[in-house]
């Protein structure tokens, strides 16, 4: 009831919160039908090494291109860059219907949807730039709970709007092409209502590069967005944390793509979208109860407690897939999801309170690069090394002492994870423009 009452002092709050909505909406609906299109039309047919290459080619570039894209958070009003950056996705989203629509090769599509993944990272970076600027700094650790985790409902809510649109199109090429075009309203949703806030009402307050053209301020986001991680060790910790889990992230995603579409994994889970969906479904519950169990522990735990028993958390899960059964799989995907979004609100608090506002959505931007290359890299591994049926128990066990040996790094780095005590983090304090 106290966080609620705090809330409803800070009406940026509720937009942000709906602009964010809109945008993971977005996301959800472009990704899963872009999912379905391609792994599951009868018109298309992929092995391990061409997922692969369709995750590199989705996310690879704007993670060479994104620390610097990052720069212009923190030079423009962030409210204009999530108006056009919104704008740009929706037709980016328009133009990857009709190439698919038109039964274009599998590259092409992925060459267009590469414009749309990369405006949804600088939109993600840009809200989480600007979270600090509409809530309360005692509060940031629940309102990133709740917004991270409602945002991720969204993104199942966006893939449930996919399936029933491809239910009524149809799963060919023309039938995806259709469905991907929900992804566009949504967008265009979200940039209507991020013009409403105030000038300079998401930041920078003092921006990056001010009396420099933009062109200075990009050319320089990549060595800012990383010297600012560097002078600060609670950041750089945490996100090593996050590159830990994406990597293991990655081995299973894959693992799992190609199981379900050889092996019925019971009848509890059968195969192909019904599998994909209920372990995708557990995934999300598990990033759920995190919402409130996140900031209960960072308050009895702290950070490096908190994160240390999430990347335990994230061990024990990776030793329930070597049975690659039903229910253990089940169980494993919502562990490994809470103990993801654990690490991820950490990662995401550590940002928004120890990082000044003037390098934080380059800040941002360089994580989302960093941990896409990480996620992408280790696909690529997966794809070399799993069976025809797509289960490896080495790379499960590989996984698991991943976990562990991020866990003990973790609780050896000791205050360096914490970073300044909330009591000590001010409200920021625009400069006079």
């Given at each position: 009831m106290k966080y609620l009452r705090s809330v409803m002092h800070t009406p940026g709050l509720f937009r942000l919160l709906a602009v964010r909505l809109l945008s993971q909406l977005s996301d959800g609906a472009f990704q899963a039908a872009l999912a379905f299109s391609i792994l599951f039309n009868p018109d298309r047919h992929t092995d391990p090494m061409a997922i692969a290459g369709g995750f590199a080619v989705l996310l690879l570039p704007y993670s060479l291109l994104g620390p610097f894209a990052g720069a212009v958070l923190d030079h423009w009003d962030r409210r204009r860059v999530l108006l056009w950056v919104n704008l740009l996705r929706a037709v980016a989203i328009v133009l990857v219907a009709i190439t698919m629509s038109t039964s274009t090769p599998d590259t092409v599509v992925l060459l267009g949807a590469l414009l749309v993944t990369g405006c949804s990272r600088l939109v993600a970076s840009g809200l989480s730039a600007s979270l600090p600027h509409v809530a309360p700094p005692r509060l940031i650790?629940?309102?990133?709970?709740?917004?991270?985790?409602?945002?991720?409902g969204m993104l199942a809510v966006g893939a449930g709007?996919?399936?029933?649109?491809?239910?009524?199109?149809?799963?060919?090429?023309?039938g995806s092409g259709a469905t991907l075009l929900s992804g566009a309203v949504f967008a265009v949703c979200a940039a209507l209502l991020a013009i409403r806030f105030t000038h300079r009402q998401l930041g920078p307050d003092r921006p990056d590069g001010i009396g420099h053209t933009a062109v200075y301020s990009v050319v320089r986001g990549l060595s800012h967005g990383l010297r600012a991680v560097v002078?600060?060790?609670?950041?750089?910790?945490?996100?090593?944390?996050i590159g830990v889990h994406r990597v293991i992230f990655g081995f299973n995603t894959l693992m799992f793509l190609m199981l379900v579409r050889h092996t019925e994994l019971g009848d509890a889970l059968g195969a192909n979208v019904r599998a994909l969906s209920l372990i995708g479904?557990?995934?999300?519950?598990?990033?759920?109860?995190?919402?409130?169990?996140t900031p209960v522990s960072v308050r009895m735990a702290g950070?490096?407690?908190?994160?240390?028993?999430?990347?335990?958390?994230?061990?024990?899960?990776?030793?329930?897939?070597v049975t690659a059964r039903p229910v253990p799989v089940l169980i494993a995907a919502a562990l490994i999801g809470l103990a993801g979004q654990t690490i991820k609100l950490c990662g995401?608090?550590?940002?928004?309170?120890?990082?000044?506002?003037?390098?934080?959505?380059?800040?941002?931007?360089?994580?989302?690069?960093l941990f896409n290359t990480a996620f992408v890299g280790a696909i690529f591994i997966a794809a070399l090394a799993i069976p025809a049926d797509g289960f490896s128990i080495p790379l499960v066990v590989v996984g698991a002492c991943l976990y562990l040996a991020a866990a003990v790094g973790v609780w050896r780095s000791r205050q360096r994870v914490e970073g300044p005590p909330l009591a000590e983090v001010s409200v920021p304090v625009p400069m006079s423009r």
């Amino acid at each position: 009831m106290k966080y609620l009452r705090s809330v409803m002092h800070t009406p940026g709050l509720f937009r942000l919160l709906a602009v964010r909505l809109l945008s993971q909406l977005s996301d959800g609906a472009f990704q899963a039908a872009l999912a379905f299109s391609i792994l599951f039309n009868p018109d298309r047919h992929t092995d391990p090494m061409a997922i692969a290459g369709g995750f590199a080619v989705l996310l690879l570039p704007y993670s060479l291109l994104g620390p610097f894209a990052g720069a212009v958070l923190d030079h423009w009003d962030r409210r204009r860059v999530l108006l056009w950056v919104n704008l740009l996705r929706a037709v980016a989203i328009v133009l990857v219907a009709i190439t698919m629509s038109t039964s274009t090769p599998d590259t092409v599509v992925l060459l267009g949807a590469l414009l749309v993944t990369g405006c949804s990272r600088l939109v993600a970076s840009g809200l989480s730039a600007s979270l600090p600027h509409v809530a309360p700094p005692r509060l940031i650790v629940e309102t990133n709970a709740v917004f991270t985790t409602v945002g991720a409902g969204m993104l199942a809510v966006g893939a449930g709007v996919s399936g029933v649109l491809r239910a009524v199109f149809g799963a060919d090429n023309g039938g995806s092409g259709a469905t991907l075009l929900s992804g566009a309203v949504f967008a265009v949703c979200a940039a209507l209502l991020a013009i409403r806030f105030t000038h300079r009402q998401l930041g920078p307050d003092r921006p990056d590069g001010i009396g420099h053209t933009a062109v200075y301020s990009v050319v320089r986001g990549l060595s800012h967005g990383l010297r600012a991680v560097v002078a600060m060790p609670s950041v750089a910790i945490v996100l090593s944390a996050i590159g830990v889990h994406r990597v293991i992230f990655g081995f299973n995603t894959l693992m799992f793509l190609m199981l379900v579409r050889h092996t019925e994994l019971g009848d509890a889970l059968g195969a192909n979208v019904r599998a994909l969906s209920l372990i995708g479904g557990s995934v999300a519950a598990g990033a759920l109860v995190a919402a409130g169990t996140t900031p209960v522990s960072v308050r009895m735990a702290g950070r490096r407690g908190t994160i240390t028993s999430a990347l335990v958390l994230g061990v024990v899960a990776e030793l329930m897939l070597v049975t690659a059964r039903p229910v253990p799989v089940l169980i494993a995907a919502a562990l490994i999801g809470l103990a993801g979004q654990t690490i991820k609100l950490c990662g995401d608090v550590a940002m928004q309170l120890d990082i000044d506002d003037s390098y934080r959505g380059q800040v941002f931007a360089v994580q989302d690069a960093l941990f896409n290359t990480a996620f992408v890299g280790a696909i690529f591994i997966a794809a070399l090394a799993i069976p025809a049926d797509g289960f490896s128990i080495p790379l499960v066990v590989v996984g698991a002492c991943l976990y562990l040996a991020a866990a003990v790094g973790v609780w050896r780095s000791r205050q360096r994870v914490e970073g300044p005590p909330l009591a000590e983090v001010s409200v920021p304090v625009p400069m006079s423009r």
